[in-house]
């Protein structure tokens, strides 16, 4: 049997932990193209971003037009606004979507540049999240909305070269976003660790975030003020990121983009409402449970310290541990509870399976589901 070639591939240079925003100070250029929104503005980080270029003789030009879940309008704005610049760096400062605005006008210039038979010299590019929940900041996904659907791109060349981890940009984080952003690098991680493409290098960075994140998010979302929390969690949600970045998602998160894109469910949450359900069938917890995929989940279990003495009764505690931190940051159990029309989300339900079918996510989901088991997913998380 022919042994399967894997890589393992870390991009980004990271700096972490408080005040490494300075590292700005550093950076070798001339013009900054930054990527923002209005939140960071009103913060004061965007005007601490621009002082800290400006100390190093860089001029900057900002575009804040992003908001959550970015469409192909915003890429095509943020596109022109690029264009009218010099700029040899970019700078996404803010949550995913930000992140993922910026992957996206790189993306869009860089191909339309190559179908024009022209050369595109990629700028310096420095991701600075102000959210705990994406990786965006060292991954090669991307998500934007075109027509109402969420679409997945991923690529190695939209990986940042910079990821900045400064935990103040995120001390102002509201507590519903710390739950939704914190479960969403949770699944990051649980996705990772159980995909086809898994690895040692990933099982161990997926196994350390899972440990982090249940330790510390419900101290977070408890007190947001918490410096070491916050400081782990924003490490926990990157280490998920390094993890995804190369061993893939699975269905938890197609499910969860057509679902969001929808029904306008916050990403974070969607992945929360999905994710029991998704362990169950994974790991066909309904019927006889699937050796090798339950195990794994028993393997988490044992992480966070749950008995596993089986790879059933690891799995099951597992899942559970998942649905406890669930109701203790305040996270509805069901898609029902969010007040969404059953009749409406069973017209809804063809169209989103199909649309998870063909996600980039669900190549690497260990077992490789029918429109049937999906919509089985569906109707068991509302």
Known sequence: MTAVMRKFVIKPKIYFNEGSMEFLKEINGSCAFIVSDSVMEKLGYLQKTIDYLNETGIKSVVFTDVRPDPDVKVIAQGMKKYLETQ????????????????????????????????????????????????????????????????????DDWIAPDIAILDSTCIQHVPQQVVADTGIDALVHAIEAYVSTAATPCTDALAEKAVQLIFENLKNLYNDVSNACARER?????????????????????????????????????????????????????????????????????????????????????????????????????????????????????????????????????????????????FQKSF
């Open 87 to 154: 700029a040899d760096t970019i700078v996404a400062l803010g949550g995913g979507s930000v992140i993922d605005a910026a992957k996206g006008i790189l993306y869009s210039l860089w191909q339309f540049r190559k179908a024009a038979g022209e050369e595109f010299k990629k700028p310096l590019f420095i991701a600075i999240p102000s959210t705990s929940g994406t990786g965006s900041e060292v991954t090669n996904f991307s998500v934007i909305t075109a027509e109402g659907q969420k679409v997945v791109i991923v």
């Open 233 to 377: 969690i924003q490490n926990a949600s990157c280490i998920a990121g390094m993890a995804f970045t190369n061993a893939g998602l699975g269905i938890n998160h197609s499910l969860a983009h057509a679902l969001g894109g929808t029904f306008h469910i916050s990403h974070g949450r969607a992945n929360a409402l999905l994710v029991s359900a998704v362990i169950e069938y994974n790991a066909h917890l309904n019927n006889t449970a699937s050796r090798d995929i339950a195990e794994k989940y028993a393997k988490l279990a044992a992480v966070v310290q749950l008995p596993a003495r089986t790879y059933r009764e690891g799995a099951i505690n597992f899942m559970q541990a998942v649905k406890d931190l669930k109701k203790s940051l305040g996270i509805p159990n069901s898609i029902r509870e969010l007040g969404i029309d059953k009749s409406m989300f069973e017209t809804e339900v063809g169209n989103m399976v199909e649309l998870a079918l063909h996600d980039r996510c669900t190549p690497t989901n260990p077992r490789q589901p029918s429109r049937e088991d999906l919509i089985g997913i």
